[in-house]
């Protein structure tokens, strides 16, 4: 099985105060980070998506082996990310989704959920019961993915009307979002 990796980057960051692909963390940007990450997990390709300050992160970021794409419509929220990298993915069967801003993410909870790839998969991490990411997306979903992502919702609307297997990664991951600065580890600062 082909499993892409789809990494979100494109948001302005309005609650932490700047994009979240330009946070580092231990001396390198989150969009890096994510992306060595997906990497390391053997996805293939690794789409990233930008948006807000596409430029600076660009001029910032290394984003080595992994395939660039802006999304014109970042403002209008995750959904139309989304559906730019699944245009973007080509034809794997599956993709796995990772938002920029979970640093705890290990290859660990990436494998995990790639374990049940196929093109008729769907899975999303769990965090002690607590639904999360990543997602993984099988490629017949993607349409109806496409078709249901609006706003910040992402796949959420998608997911929520269709079976998802559950995958417990509390033990491997932390998959928290840092949504504000105050989120950050002390120790990532």
């Not at 008729?120 to 990543?134: D, K, Q, S, V």
Request: proline share 6%; with cysteine; charged share 15%.
């Amino acid at each position: 099985m082909r499993v892409a990796g789809l990494l979100l980057a494109a948001g302005a960051g309005r609650r932490f105060g700047s994009p979240k692909a330009l946070v580092p963390s231990n001396g390198t940007l989150f969009v890096d980070s994510a992306a060595s990450l997906l990497r390391a997990a053997g996805c293939s390709p690794v789409v990233v998506v930008l948006g807000a300050q596409a430029a600076e992160v660009r001029a910032k970021a290394s984003l080595d082996d992994v395939t660039v794409v802006d999304n014109p419509a970042w403002n209008t929220g995750m959904g139309s990310s989304l559906r730019t990298g699944l245009h973007a993915v080509g034809t794997p069967d599956a993709v796995v989704v990772l938002p920029v801003d979970t640093p705890g993410m290990t290859v660990a909870a990436l494998h995990r959920l790639m374990a049940l790839a196929s093109p008729t998969a769907l899975a999303r991490a769990t965090y002690n019961g607590e639904i999360g990411h990543p997602v993984l997306i099988g490629s017949t979903h993607f349409p109806g993915v496409m078709a249901s992502a609006a706003g910040d919702q992402g796949a959420r609307d998608y997911l929520q009307s269709n079976t998802v297997q559950h995958v417990e990664c509390a033990d491997v991951a932390d998959g928290a979002d840092v949504d504000r600065p105050e989120d950050l580890r002390p120790e990532a600062r």
